[in-house]
């Protein structure tokens, strides 16, 4: 029985057809994989499906009537459930509180608490009702996810990856959960990137790139390497023309180095490697992989729990010592890379002013001169140096950053994910930019996007789960291979 | 891509709303006044006449200088973040030092002054760094532990002079005794006004607009401010930052304490004739400024206005201390919310990337 069909959903965004005339099918008593790159229109086609987004085209079938789904008010009452890839509850509530609101007047009685201890147990989700959110590992909350799912009476359950707050063993608890809600005829989608889960736990899967559908197969009968092919496509990267730099020397250094994440988890688990002056080092991987807190452990934004991180001969443990010698593009640019209140002027500075200052005072009609070429030769968009950074357009702030971080030369430079958003020329723009400050640099690049490692990066590591899968050669790499390592199969390399 | 247009309103627009929001403010109270039956207007004017007069100016320069010193300071707390309640108790840390040095403290004479300002700066700093640094070891909120230490400076005032420095000639009244002329400041003749307090005042308003504006340690001051992640990753050593503004507006209060002892009292006495809440008012002369340093100058010769103005109100129309403060409250309020439509038209999209 067909519990969900889609057929022909079309859903333009602003200069992105992020789906493109997508047919998806769910059954009764499956595990449906939904899988893709970054950007293949997973998370579109879900959230249409649970009501967060209209479809500009496209029909939508529950049990074979036509639906209309305006809200997650709507999916919910045809008996669609989401568990969220970071749980949403309430951390001051206890867990009873948090799905009292399931009920009607918000009342959660004795009966009622049964009810859910039963629901609970019944697929080995045990979850303790009287515990505050606040103290729950994130895979416990999860599990609270579910249970509220399964309470509203979802038969239709989306689950967005998933597994990326859990253990192992979490995994083996939640996989056998969907087991036996598969074999009572509910309908699963498991939407991931990790190759290896969705081919134990799904029935079959659907393969998205860019925006659209280009397999739905029986599990049993596709592999990782046909799954990954399917994903990437037969693409062909086009590397930038490059220089010969001969290697210069050692700039950065990472010895078997250990991060937390904000929870408390690990998420950096002894990586080691080094980056040479007149190298560009990829780190491809999918996001939450342990990129971001590794990045910022380099920059000294984070606390390193094991290891050494060394920058110009300098163990790094403040921010300050890692500016002395580095660069930075991070990926959060209105958070950290620009402060949207102050001036243009003032951003360009940022990390700049010391070089202009003397004494302790800032040259100011220096500094002027030096922004005011930088706005021109890079073409940043402003008003005026005066006018505060938010009026900024997203791709004239992403200038001001390149200008910023590479106007002056340093021996190292980090770029987390340095073309995100920006249209095709700027993207150019700053590959090109990277390309050009490799001979003196060296260049730590941190991206999602498998063509642009491919066509930047001299050596490649590919970050799964803390570590490194596995560190590819520029010309031993192909979109296939990481695309594979990034799905968590280890490749061999050479 | 299009230049995006200039949203900032121009200053005209800015003063003009500003002018609106008095004039609203003078209109509540209006109905106060009408109340205790005395005419708005006649109350009005007489304010207007009588601070105009030689004395009735005088009072106000007297009152500017403790406005404009805790403002200034709290201008360069708030550009780094530091939400600093506690410049009435800097303030009076200041005074205690100064009146340390000036009755109990043997040194010679001619260095008596000098000492007392440097004791009545580094009193302050010292009083506004404890909150600061339990912010930035333990991130302790800052706007209740300056706000606690007030108390703390006041009762200690308070102990003082109605205990362990009481004066020996003073009848039981709770005052020290007098300072020595020595330390008396200056003033200008016929006033009460200790004009190098003034004059150290407006200079600091200067030296302040300078320092957030053209050192390195302003810029600091400010990228902190904005943003703990951004000046972290900027490399900016962020608790030092904030460590130097809170001594700065510590300090800057503390010479106002300083001021006020040396150069109107001449002695320490109860904390509450001190200080008549400058410390909290000047909260007001900063965001009056927009954090501006050398416009604060306008907004504390205006907070010193009404300051001054209130006291007329009691004195010659015998109005009670309620009235004026409903007086001072609403023309405040007025002008505070005047702001948020004086504000400029700012977009509520962010780009964040994940």
């Not at chain 1, 009572?184 to 939407?191: N, S």
């Not at chain 2, 509540?28 to 109340?35: K, L, M, N, P, T």
């Not at chain 2, 708005?40 to 320069?61: C, I």
């Not at chain 2, 608790?239 to 010479?255: C, E, Q, V, Y």
């Amino acid at each position: 029985m067909t519990l969900v069909r889609m057929v022909g959903i079309t859903k333009r965004f602003p200069g992105v057809l992020a789906n493109d005339s997508v047919n998806f099918e769910l059954r009764s008593g499956e595990v449906h994989g939904l899988l893709g790159e970054n950007g293949a229109g997973k998370t579109t086609l879900m959230n249409i499906l649970y009501g967060i987004y209209r479809p500009d085209e496209g029909e939508i079938y529950v049990d074979d009537r036509r639906v209309r789904i305006r809200s997650p008010r709507d999916a919910i009452r045809l008996g669609i459930g989401r568990v969220p890839q970071f749980p949403e509850l309430v951390d001051k509530l206890s867990v009873a509180e948090n799905l009292a609101v399931l009920f009607p007047e918000n009342i959660m009685s004795r009966k009622r608490l049964e009810e859910i201890r039963s629901l609970a147990e019944k697929y080995g989700l045990p979850i303790n009702v009287d515990a505050m959110v606040y103290e729950l590992s994130l895979g416990e909350r999860q599990r609270v996810e579910v249970v509220k799912a399964l309470l509203r009476g979802a038969r239709i359950l989306i689950l967005d990856e998933p597994t990326t707050v859990l253990t192992p063993k979490e995994v083996d608890t939640l996989f056998e959960a969907l087991k036996k809600m598969r074999n009572e005829g509910k309908g699963i989608i498991f939407v991931s990137h990790k190759l290896s889960e969705v081919l134990s736990i799904t029935d079959r899967v659907t393969v998205l790139r860019r925006g659209k559908v280009v397999a739905t197969l029986e599990t049993a009968d596709t592999d990782e390497e046909e799954l990954t092919r399917l994903m990437v496509g037969r693409r062909i990267v086009q590397r930038y023309e490059r220089k010969k730099v001969p290697p210069g020397e050692e700039v950065l250094r990472v010895e078997n180095v250990y991060v937390l994440n904000d929870k408390g988890g690990e998420a950096v688990r002894g990586i080691s490697f080094t980056v040479r002056r007149g190298e560009i080092f990829g780190i491809a991987g999918v996001a939450g992989n342990g990129q971001k807190e590794l990045i910022e452990a380099i920059a000294g934004l984070r606390k390193v729990e094991k290891g050494r991180i060394i920058v110009g001969g300098e163990e790094i443990r403040t921010p300050y010592q890692f500016r002395k010698y580095a660069s930075h593009i991070p990926d959060d640019r209105m958070g950290m890379g620009v402060l949207p209140s102050l001036s243009v002027l003032d951003n360009l500075s940022l990390t700049l002013y010391r070089r202009f200052s003397r004494m302790g005072m800032i040259d100011m009609d220096d500094l002027r001169r030096f922004a005011e070429k930088l706005v021109e030769r890079y073409k940043i968009v402003t008003p005026s140096l005066g006018a505060p950074a938010w009026q900024l357009s997203g791709g004239n702030i992403a200038r001001l950053i390149l200008a910023r971080e590479t106007a002056m030369g340093c021996r190292l430079l980090i770029a987390v994910h340095p073309t995100f958003g920006l249209d095709v020329a700027s993207t150019d723009e700053v590959r090109r930019t990277l390309l050009r400050l490799r001979d003196k640099t060296a260049i730590l690049l941190v991206s999602e996007d498998l063509d642009e490692i491919l066509q930047l990066s001299d050596r490649i590591g590919v970050m799964y789960r803390g570590r490194f899968i596995g560190v590819l050669e520029a010309d031993e790499a192909d979109p296939e291979k990481v695309g594979l390592m990034m799905g968590g199969v280890a490749v061999e390399s050479g | 891509m299009k230049a995006v247009k200039e949203r900032l309103l121009p200053v005209a627009v800015k003063l003009f709303t500003k002018l609106l929001a008095i004039l609203l403010g003078l209109g509540i109270s209006a109905v106060v006044f009408a109340a205790y039956g005395v005419d708005p207007l006649y109350a009005y004017s007489l304010m207007v006449t009588k601070s105009l007069s030689f004395r009735g100016a005088s009072e106000v320069l007297t009152k500017l200088i403790p406005l404009q010193l805790c403002g200034i300071g709290l201008i360069v707390a708030f550009k780094s973040g530091m939400w600093n309640i506690g410049a009435e108790g800097q303030m009076l840390l200041g005074a205690t030092f100064a009146t340390w040095i000036a009755l109990f403290l043997d040194v010679p004479e001619f260095s008596r002054l000098p000492l007392i300002f440097l004791f009545g700066l580094a009193a302050g700093a010292g009083w506004a760094l404890i909150p600061a640094l339990l912010k930035v070891k333990f991130e302790v909120n800052e706007v209740i532990t300056t706000l606690m230490m007030n108390y703390i400076a006041s009762s200690l005032v308070n102990y003082l002079v109605y205990g362990p420095w009481k004066g020996a000639k003073e009848w039981g009244f709770p005052y020290t005794d007098k300072f020595p002329k020595s330390v008396w400041l200056p003033t200008i003749a016929g006033t009460r006004i200790h004009w190098p307090t003034l004059l150290i005042a407006i200079l600091t308003a200067f030296l302040v607009y300078f320092l957030l504006v053209k050192t390195t340690v302003g810029f600091e001051i400010r990228v902190s401010g904005q943003s703990k992640r951004a000046a972290e990753y900027a490399g900016i050593n962020y608790g030092r930052a904030l460590l130097i503004s809170m001594a700065i507006s510590g300090a800057l209060a503390g010479l106002a304490g300083v001021g006020e002892v040396c150069g109107i009292h001449h002695r320490l006495r109860y904390a509450s004739s001190i200080s008549s809440g400058y410390g909290y008012a000047g909260i007001i002369v900063a965001w009056l400024s927009e954090l501006n340093a050398v416009a604060s100058v306008l907004s504390a010769l205006f907070m010193a206005f009404l300051f001054a103005g209130g006291d007329l109100m009691q004195v010659s129309l015998g109005l009670p201390i309620g009235v004026v403060d409903v007086f001072n409250g609403s023309i405040l309020i007025s002008l505070l919310v005047s702001e948020a439509f004086g504000r400029y038209n700012r977009p509520k999209w962010r780009l964040r990337l994940k």
